[in-house]
Antibody
Framework: EVQLVESGGGLVKPGASLKLSCVASGFTFSDYWMSWVRQTPGKTMEWIGDIKYDGSYTNYAPSLKNRFTISRDNAKSTLYLQMSNVRSEDTATYYC??????????WGQGVMVTVSS | DIQMTQSPSSMSASLGDTVTINCLASQDIGNYLSWYQQKPGKSPKLMIYGATNLEDGVPSRFSGSRSGSDYSLTINSLGYDDEGIYHCHQYYEYPWTFGGGTKLELK
């Protein structure tokens, strides 16, 4: 069974940095592109970016490219999202996803990030 | 970026009804369109991919269709388990984008 478990969220102050993790199990992690998607409190969905199965290539939403970095450690079956200089508008639930019949076929349970002073 | 205009933003229907949710793409996305169902407090679940293909395990009451740049999700014989928010998503071109969501409630 595919499992994706995110962690690392919480309350952070504007301008701070935060690193989210997603531990994968139930499949060969190094075979799949992985993505991060976030959902605002108003339930709007936003794709953040993705990373190639070997970590050699990433794509990002242009509006987030300068502050967010996606990486992975295939030996640990773990996906990461490094967030820097966070803003109030980054308050959201962050989901780790894996491709299946489409690029976002499997979703983790999500982790909440709240940016507030 | 490709804009996905989803309608309606919310709707209420009765048990057994047939409902349709629409997404209009701002440019051609071929059939690279998915639909997700999200129940309160849960993560989205893939229902339809490739505009018309039913994900494994999804009831056949759900169907997807396309007319030009207009994509639709139809749910027949509506049940209480179908309540939630439905999202469309294009994966034709980066950055992938989503519609604004449709909140479906049963009367």
């Amino acid at each position: 069974e595919v499992q994706l478990v995110e962690s690392g969220g919480g309350l952070v102050k504007p301008g701070a940095s935060l690193k989210l993790s997603c531990v994968a199990s139930g499949f060969t992690f190094s075979d799949y592109w992985m993505s991060w998607v976030r959902q605002t409190p108003g339930k709007t969905m936003e794709w953040i970016g993705d990373i190639k199965y070997d970590g050699s290539y990433t794509n990002y939403a242009p509006s987030l490219k300068n502050r967010f970095t996606i990486s992975r450690d295939n030996a640990k079956s773990t996906l990461y999202l490094q967030m820097s200089n966070v803003r109030s508008e980054d308050t959201a639930t962050y989901y780790c996803t894996r491709a299946s019949n489409n690029p976002l076929g499997y979703w983790g349970q999500g982790v909440m990030v709240t940016v507030s002073s | 970026d490709i804009q996905m205009t989803q309608s309606p933003s919310s709707m209420s229907a009765s048990l057994g009804d047939t409902v349709t949710i629409n997404c209009l793409a701002s440019q051609d996305i071929g059939n690279y369109l998915s639909w997700y169902q999200q129940k309160p407090g849960k993560s989205p679940k893939l229902m339809i991919y490739g505009a018309t293909n039913l994900e494994d395990g999804v009831p056949s009451r759900f169907s997807g269709s396309r007319s030009g740049s207009d994509y639709s999700l139809t749910i027949n014989s509506l049940g209480y388990d179908d309540e939630g928010i439905y999202h469309c998503h294009q994966y034709y071109e980066y950055p992938w984008t989503f519609g604004g969501g449709t909140k479906l409630e049963l009367k």
